[in-house]
């Protein structure tokens, strides 16, 4: 009986895990540059301490990974110089308060009161050179496809545009990478990567998020209805221990 116990429970436990995964998926259908995440499940065996290890048969459901899936997301058309959009394989790399560097394919910059290009939120994007990239005031910017940002100036000659930095553009193996609770991406032994020429950008455009809002609905149902039947499992487990019990005691 109990084995029909510990897999209803562990998997009713796990699903609600799951449901939490779709649904933050399902909030981040607007979310530039967002990566669809799933967890997958696996059981896994009881481990006893006793000397007669008698439960073999009884195994837990956990949470054996996060999946990420890296399907690039649609492009959009914004027109504005500071908005880059990773063309297929790539991240951008940006400096966290700590130092360390992260990855993101949310490329919509801003210029903060110290010229510095920035994230919207406030993370400087990080320059090839490993430093910040600064902007100079009353110019008109441009992005390359290599992720070069160039200044024309507003006023006098407007001939001559001038290269200020370049964006650091990064493709490590995906395997390497990780996600973070603040959903920026990071390699797992926690180094930088090195800039990777092959990266090419989009100016004026941003990435979509690749979330598929019909196929996320049909996976929150499809879950609900297996929590509701692992919890009728365990209603059906307490009453065959309860009628099991009853014939026990009769005699």
Avoid at 171 to 193: H, I, K, M, T
Avoid at 196 to 204: E, F, I, L, S, Y
Wanted: avoid cysteine.
């Amino acid at each position: 009986m109990d084995r029909l116990i510990y897999t209803a429970m562990t998997g009713a436990s796990q699903t609600l895990h799951r449901q939490a995964a779709v649904a933050h998926n399902l909030a981040n259908v607007s979310s530039t540059g967002y990566r669809a995440e799933e967890h997958r499940l696996r059981a896994v065996q009881v481990q006893s301490n006793a000397l007669d290890k008698g439960l073999a048969t009884r195994a837990f459901a956990v949470d054996a990974s996060t999946h990420t899936d890296y399907t690039p997301g649609p492009m959009m058309i914004t027109g504005r110089p500071l908005d880059i959009a990773v063309q297929g394989p790539g991240w951008i790399a940006v400096q966290l308060p700590d130092g360390s560097e992260a990855y993101t394919r949310n490329g919509s910059f801003e210029i903060n009161v110290n010229g510095i290009v920035q994230t919207r939120t406030g993370l400087t994007v990080q320059g090839t050179d490993d430093g910040p990239i600064a902007i100079p005031p009353e110019v008109k910017l441009s992005v390359g496809v290599d992720g070069t940002i160039s200044a024309l100036p507003e006023t006098g000659a407007q001939n001559t545009a001038s290269v200020i930095g370049r964006v650091k553009l990064v493709n490590p193996p995906v395997a390497d990478l990780e996600r973070g609770e603040d959903g920026l991406f990071r390699l797992r032994d926690q180094s930088a990567a090195l800039s990777d020429g092959r990266v090419t950008v989009a100016a004026g455009s941003l990435e979509g998020s690749n979330v598929n809002p019909a196929e996320q609905m049909v996976t929150m149902i499809s879950l609900a209805r297996q929590f509701e039947m692992q919890m009728k499992m365990l209603s059906t487990a307490d009453a065959n221990d309860r009628a099991a019990t009853q014939i026990l005691s009769s005699r």
